[in-house]
């Protein structure tokens, strides 16, 4: 017999309660702006500038051994974070030391690489520097222009495909889900206080691309049915065409997460943060495209394109018009 | 729909074939890349017994292209600078200079005599003693202006010149700094290009960004803090009388000449008259090598015209110093013994070996036209990029197998097709990545996850539409015929869209991030190709072998 992970008839109301789950939605996103603007991302140095030295030793990290070894370059701003990772053998002590840019210079100059180099190696003999990156205020504040103009793009790129396959109610629906991942994400890294650097842009974008992905093949079968049931009321035919596509909604999340989770968990520490914000976006995608897509649609209301009655349908008791 | 003409059939085979074909050198990854290697040393140089034996490790006649690993996967140093483009225009003005006093001094009868005045870098002063033949000298002035050489600067001459009071100001048009700056950029590029190659190592990417900008990366290099010295230091070499020497930092050197410190003895200053002799762009080869007392030094030779000046001068000043000036720092300050003729000699001054060979390098490869300041700069050791690409594996292994059981057991037979599809699908990615030169990343990697488990969607949403149809009892045939005919335009809408964002990644997009937007782009392209041809193919000619009477998806 085949595995099945939703029974292969389903006819579950999705619109019964759907003030709750669009209410939980629009909650979600007010509490993850408020996050957002109270505890403010954990920028990293890609678009705060600054420098992070990855550090490894055989002995253990002793974090207030390093801070008081730093403290006398008087470099500013330091914080250090040891590092864990279930790939790390057991005499791999790995910690990141994160300086923020120096006043009056781009990238960090070697001097100060040195002597913070010196100054570790001197609490720890056996320490190493696997990586050191540095960059710029300049490049930084660059980066965050680009970073937001591309999630911009990429939103108004998938408007206006949408709008120009389907209609421009299902355009803003898609786009209202989009919104809603994108938020929800920037509230995680907000409240977890996880790294936001350049790779979870990447991600956010990816997330962007995947909840597509369910809206649309969504949408692809409310727009079939429409035409094939035209006097079925808009409510009905988007509960079928979401219950006609849950089989392969869950499917394709659930594929998609074995890959992210064995990433995560078995991929290393240093795209961790960038897959967590994937899984994230995975779940939340595949929710948002099936309640806060189809609401927003169910809200608007779809003209069905063979309608001629004045009144445009919009999906209700009056868009019954024999074609 | 399901009669799938030979032709088509052939033509999909021999894309997956070639595709994988492609693919393949990835899967020996170290012995073709010794093979390309060796092959290289072989064109370069003469041929060893141990670069032939590399080279024959990998048949000649297969595709030899392997996926280039980006810098976070390999090790090495990245770095961005920026050209300071702005500080060749005193260099052009004071190259200005003497044509400007030439015209003047023609026109001595009514602008009087002439004196240049101290004015900001990027502009010429001159002071002419008769304002009331301002007319006059601005014409003469005029005339010196040149057409800017580039295509949209047409038209415009490439100075501009202006009185204020009894001053006559030359500035660099707008068109011809423009000019002026692209060319800077591009011999920076050049330069740095040639000191990286000195060094010698494996396919450092070296190109310019916007407008005066220029990326480095260089995979296998220690640190970043190395190659910034390699391609950090000017280099500019020059040669200068010498007017006085003092240990007073803050003496005054007098019009038309500058005060630099000894590289060599604390506190001493050398006067200098600031037009040098000869410069470096005059050298044709430099070379490490030990003095008479054994003490590393560089020995240069210079070209003709440059050797020609260099002997005249030596010639003339026998018996007083002159000095040797490497980046505003004299290296040395010799007396000219006796004039040298032969346009080489040799660079003594307080050097380890290391830096003699350093200094030699620069002086091969050229001073940079101009300072660069660096923006961004990125370390990452070997064994970081091997613990990586160690985890990007087992994390990779691990993902194809759990969606590869997943499917089996969801689709059964289907599942199978699938799966071949989803093997192929990976091997394409790499075939593609090989024959278009990508890079791949760590997030590249995750990409590729990423697309194991998303590939299958395709596959998902036809077979999902089989079980639906079979349901409407229209035979297995006619099921599997309206399953991808209906399943098409879902899949296309929704590969289309998610294609859109990863173009975007990609434009918007640097380093690892658009190594991520390549693979997920291109996996979106195979996984589309393979879900709608091959394993179509696929279930047809199982559909045509079996003839069954019913399937279950």
Do not use: C
């Amino acid at each position: 017999m085949r595995l099945k992970l939703v029974p292969s008839e389903t006819n579950w109301q999705f619109f019964r309660g759907s003030k709750m789950t669009f209410g939980a939605s629009l909650v979600a996103m007010v509490l993850s702006l408020l996050l957002f603007a109270i505890l403010g991302l954990n920028f990293g140095i890609d678009f705060r500038g600054g420098t992070t030295i990855r550090t490894e030793s055989t002995q253990a990290v002793d974090v207030a051994a390093y801070r008081d070894a730093l403290a006398p370059l008087g470099l500013g701003d330091v914080s250090i974070t040891e590092v864990f990772d279930p790939a790390f053998g057991a005499d791999q002590n790995v910690a990141q030391v994160r300086i923020q840019a120096q006043e009056g210079q781009e990238s960090v100059t070697p001097e100060v690489i040195n002597a913070v180099e010196a100054a570790l190696q001197e609490v720890d003999p056996t320490i190493t520097f696997p990586s050191v990156e540095s960059v710029g205020p300049k490049v930084s504040g660059e980066l965050v222009r680009t970073a937001i103009l591309a999630v911009g793009l990429a939103i108004a790129a998938v408007l206006v495909y949408i709008w120009l396959r389907f209609e421009w109610q299902f355009s803003l629906g898609a786009v209202a889900a989009l919104v809603h991942d994108v938020v929800l994400t920037i509230g995680i890294f907000a409240a977890l206080q996880i790294k936001f650097d350049l790779a979870i842009i990447a991600a956010l974008l990816t997330i962007v691309g995947y909840s597509l992905n369910d809206t649309v093949v969504v949408f692809d079968r409310v727009r079939e049915n429409l035409r094939r049931y035209k006097k079925m009321d808009l409510k009905e035919v988007l509960n079928l065409s979401i219950n006609e596509t849950l089989s392969r909604t869950v499917m394709t999340s659930f594929t998609t997460l074995l890959a992210l989770i064995s990433l995560f968990v078995l991929g290393g520490d240093v795209i961790r943060g960038f897959v967590f914000a994937m899984i994230w976006g995975v779940i939340v995608g595949t929710y948002s495209s099936v309640f806060v897509a189809s609401n927003i649609l169910l809200m608007l209301g779809v003209k069905r394109d063979w309608s001629k009655s004045g009144d445009g349908g919009a999906g209700t008791q009056f868009a019954n018009v024999d074609a | 729909m399901l009669s799938i003409p030979l032709w088509n059939r052939v033509v999909i085979w021999a894309l997956v074939a070639f595709g994988l074909l492609f693919a393949m050198p990835n899967a020996f990854y170290s012995r073709v890349e010794g093979h390309n290697d060796a092959v290289k040393a072989i064109e370069a140089q003469a041929s060893t017994p141990e670069l032939e034996a590399a080279r024959g490790a990998w048949p000649d006649w297969l595709p030899a292209t392997i996926v280039n690993l980006g810098l976070d996967l390999r090790g090495g140093a990245h770095l961005l600078a920026e050209v300071q483009v702005s500080d060749v225009y005193a260099d052009r003005m004071d190259g200005l200079w003497p044509e400007v006093r030439d015209a003047l001094r023609d026109e001595r009868a009514t602008v009087g005599t002439i004196r240049r005045m101290p004015s900001a870098p990027d502009a010429l002063r001159v002071r002419i003693s008769q304002p009331e033949g301002m007319d006059a000298a601005l014409r003469a002035v005029r005339d010196l202006a040149r057409p800017v050489t580039t295509l949209t600067g047409v038209g415009s001459a490439d100075i501009e010149v202006a009185s204020d009071g009894d001053e006559v100001v030359v500035r660099l048009s707008e068109a011809e700094k423009l000019a002026t700056d692209s060319r800077t950029v591009q011999q920076s590029l050049e330069i740095i290009r040639r000191r990286v190659d000195e060094v010698g190592t494996r396919e450092p990417n070296i190109q310019r960004q916007a407008e005066d900008r220029i990326l480095i990366q260089v995979p296998g290099i220690g640190s970043a803090a190395e190659l910034k010295e390699l391609i950090g230091t000017t280099a500019r070499l020059t040669f200068h009388p010498v007017v006085s020497r003092t240990e007073d930092p803050d003496q005054e050197p007098g019009l038309r000449n500058v005060l630099y410190p000894s590289m060599e003895d604390q506190g001493v200053y050398y006067i200098l008259e600031q037009t040098a002799v000869v410069s470096g762009e005059d050298l044709t080869d430099a070379q490490p090598a030990f003095d008479q007392n054994g003490r590393p030094s560089v020995t240069f030779r210079f070209n003709p015209s440059g050797g020609r000046q260099f002997g005249t001068y030596t010639s003339e000043n026998v018996g007083s110093p002159f000095a040797i000036v490497l980046d505003g720092e004299v290296i040395s300050a010799p007396v000219i013994q006796e004039p040298i003729l032969g346009g080489s000699g040799q660079i003594t001054g307080n050097f380890t070996v290391e830096e003699s060979t350093q200094l030699a390098i620069l002086l091969r490869a050229g001073a940079l036209p101009a300072e660069l300041t660096f923006l961004e700069e990125r370390t990452i050791g070997p064994e970081l990029g091997a613990d990586s690409i160690a985890a990007g594996k087992v994390a990779s292994i691990v993902a194809f197998t759990a969606v590869l059981v997943f499917m089996g057991l969801s689709y059964g037979l289907f599942g199978i097709f699938a799966n071949v599809a989803l093997l192929l699908n990976v091997g394409l990615i790499f075939g593609l990545l090989s024959a278009i030169g990508a890079t791949l990343t760590l997030p590249g990697i995750a990409g590729i996850v990423l697309t194991i488990g998303m590939a299958v969607d395709a596959n998902v949403l036809v077979f999902e539409r089989i079980r639906e149809e079979l349901k409407t009892a229209k035979g297995p045939a006619r099921a599997i015929e309206l399953g991808y005919e209906k399943a098409l335009s879902a899949i296309l809408d929704a590969n289309i869209t998610t294609f859109i964002t990863a173009s975007i990644l990609f434009m918007l997009g640097s380093g690892p991030v658009r190594g991520f937007a390549i693979t997920l782009g291109l996996g979106i392209l195979t996984s589309v190709f393979t879900a709608i041809y091959v394993t179509r193919l696929m279930i047809v000619m199982w559909l045509e072998r079996r003839r069954p009477r019913t399937i279950t998806v």
